[in-house]
């Protein structure tokens, strides 16, 4: 019977690894747990799988978040800067905006969205109107990690999605 205790015992904890149980997803900072939320509600509208919260990409997402602030302008990091993961960036007033208008402003972009092969996804003919959308919905990315940074006037939002979506000639869903 040991050996069945211990086989069960391990496929529990290879489970627990591959599923966020509410426990992990709890020890994220509520302003996070919003992000998270709002991430996976534009999913939902969608049909995509939800993402998982990646305290990784969190971390590298604010020390670049806290650069942004200091120049006191956005500019997204180089791929190879942020590993080949994906990345958002939005900027507002500093204390005027909370998760759902800073991830609202990437979902909002779905009014141009045209399903359809990358980079051909926007009524408007420009892919980069429907970008910070297309990442936030991307079937394949699986993680995101996000951080805020306050400059003088501006709070600096990152995001970072890995694997990262908007790849050419790929689908979005």
């Given at each position: ?17 591959s ?22 509600q534009?999913?939902d ?13 969190a971390g ?7 650069h942004?602030a200091?120049?006191g302008?956005?500019?997204?990091s ?14 507002g007033t ?6 759902d ?17 990358f980079?051909r ?7 980069s ?19 805020v940074a306050?400059?003088?006037?501006w ?17 979005v869903?």
């Open positions: 019977m040991r050996n069945g205790r211990v086989a069960s015992a391990a496929l529990a904890l290879i489970a627990a690894l599923v966020p149980s509410a426990a992990q997803e709890a020890r994220i900072n509520p302003f996070a747990q919003r992000l998270l939320a709002e991430h996976n534009a999913r509208a969608v049909g995509v799988p939800r993402l998982a919260w990646s305290a990784r990409l590298e997402a604010q020390q670049w978040a806290e942004l200091q120049q302008r956005m500019e997204h180089s791929r190879e800067g942020r590993g080949g993961a994906g990345e958002n960036l939005w900027a500093a204390g005027r905006y909370g998760a208008r800073m991830v609202g402003a990437f979902v909002a972009e779905r009014q141009y969205f045209r399903n359809g092969m980079p996804v926007s009524t408007t003919g420009n892919w109107d429907v970008g910070h959308y297309t990442q936030v919905v991307w079937r394949e990315t699986q993680e995101v990690g996000c951080a306050r400059g003088e006037q709070d600096f939002l990152v995001c970072r999605y890995w694997p990262a979506g908007n790849t050419y000639d790929r689908a869903f």
